[in-house]
Every structure is written in C-alpha cells, then in structure tokens.
C-alpha cells in the first residue's frame, strides 16, 4: 500500500502511525484492530472542554498506543513489538537495529519549529530514509544539502537525510 500524506496541519501523528501498519504488513496480514485504534484515537489535543487545542498526537496517547500494540501482538501472535522512548532513553543505536531488522520508527522531530511526526523506515553508513507525511514539491529543500527529496519510492521513503543532521540534538528538521 502506498505511503499516504497528512490531510490537515495537525494530523501527522496518526498518518504516521497508519503508515507503520502499512509499511510492516501486507493487505491480506493487516490486523484491522490497529488500524481501528489509531483512525479513532490518535488525534487527541483537545481541552476539558472539546476545544481543540493545535497538535496532533500527544506524547501520552503515543506511549499508550505503544503499550497496546505490543500487548496486543503478544496476545494474538503477531511478531510485532512496540516501544516508546524518549529524553535520554533514544538511542541511535536502538533505532538503526531496528530499522536494519525491517522494522519502522514513528519519530517526533521538528518542523517549522513545531513538533513533527515522520516515519524512518532505513538507514545506512551516510543517510537515513524516512516517510515525511507532510507533501512538499521536489524543490523544497534546494540549497539544503542535509535533506534530499526522493521521488519513486511511494512504499517505503520519500526524503534521505544526512546522519550527521538526523543526529543533531538541536531542534532541526528530521533531527533526534
């Protein structure tokens, strides 16, 4: 299934999250009970009051959307592990097994000075390769030699990103 993009300014985190399911399974394998929980919960930056507040996908509805597909998996058989980490606990080395096991990272960057969801989907000794679900023409990063925009690969990336900016602690774009 093709990779699909963002419909509004605040729904990056559940596309993300839609596009991990997509990326690890195949149609006929799809666990629908994960589509259902992130299509019904993952935008949830509202007040006491249903005002919407701006945001997309809390930090604390990721941490337990996390714990739930793994229970999830475990329960039903589905080679699937889940895990949310954050501060200090994100390690490069973690992310890159997991993306050299054929596994996805559903990682919170910035963009634009705001918090970003984007999906990594593979990594080697220059890049690393991710699902932006933001669309932007191919131009958008002329004069930005870190970030490459890539055409063609609808399944699986459409950016590349030099390691060393993806390992900047600063607040950049598609960085830790």
Same mark, same amino acid.
């Given at each position: 299934?093709?990779?699909?993009?963002?419909?509004? =300014?605040?729904?990056?985190?559940?596309?993300? &999250?839609?596009?991990?399911?997509?990326?690890?399974? =195949?149609?006929?394998?799809?666990? &629908? =009970?994960?589509?259902?929980?992130?299509?019904?919960?993952?935008?949830?930056?509202?007040?006491? &009051?249903?005002?919407?507040?701006?945001?997309?996908?809390?930090?604390? +509805?990721?941490?337990?959307?996390?714990?739930?597909?793994?229970?999830?998996?475990?329960?039903?058989?589905?080679?699937?592990?889940?895990?949310? &980490?954050?501060?200090?606990?994100?390690?490069?080395?973690?992310?890159?097994?997991?993306?050299? =096991?054929?596994?996805?990272?559903?990682?919170?960057?910035?963009?634009?000075?705001?918090?970003?969801?984007?999906?990594?989907?593979?990594?080697?000794? *220059?890049?690393?390769? +991710?699902?932006?679900?933001?669309?932007?023409?191919?131009?958008?990063?002329?004069?930005?030699?870190?970030?490459?925009?890539?055409?063609?690969?609808?399944?699986?990336? *459409?950016?590349?990103?030099?390691?060393?900016?993806?390992?900047?602690? +600063?607040?950049?774009?598609?960085?830790?």
């Amino acid at each position: 299934i093709p990779l699909k993009y963002q419909m509004s =300014e605040d729904d990056c985190g559940s596309v993300c &999250l839609l596009n991990c399911i997509a990326f690890l399974f =195949e149609v006929e394998e799809m666990p &629908l =009970e994960l589509i259902k929980l992130v299509s019904a919960s993952a935008i949830d930056c509202y007040d006491d &009051l249903g005002n919407y507040k701006g945001g997309d996908t809390s930090r604390k +509805l990721m941490v337990f959307i996390s714990k739930w597909i793994d229970v999830f998996a475990t329960k039903k058989g589905i080679p699937l592990k889940a895990k949310y &980490l954050s501060g200090a606990s994100v390690s490069p080395y973690e992310i890159a097994k997991c993306l050299k =096991e054929r596994g996805c990272v559903c990682m919170r960057t910035t963009q634009s000075n705001k918090e970003h969801y984007v999906m990594l989907t593979a990594i080697d000794d *220059n890049y690393v390769y +991710l699902f932006d679900p933001t669309f932007r023409l191919a131009d958008s990063y002329k004069g930005n030699q870190n970030i490459e925009f890539i055409s063609g690969h609808p399944f699986t990336f *459409n950016r590349r990103v030099k390691v060393e900016q993806f390992l900047d602690e +600063l607040p950049k774009e598609f960085a830790l």
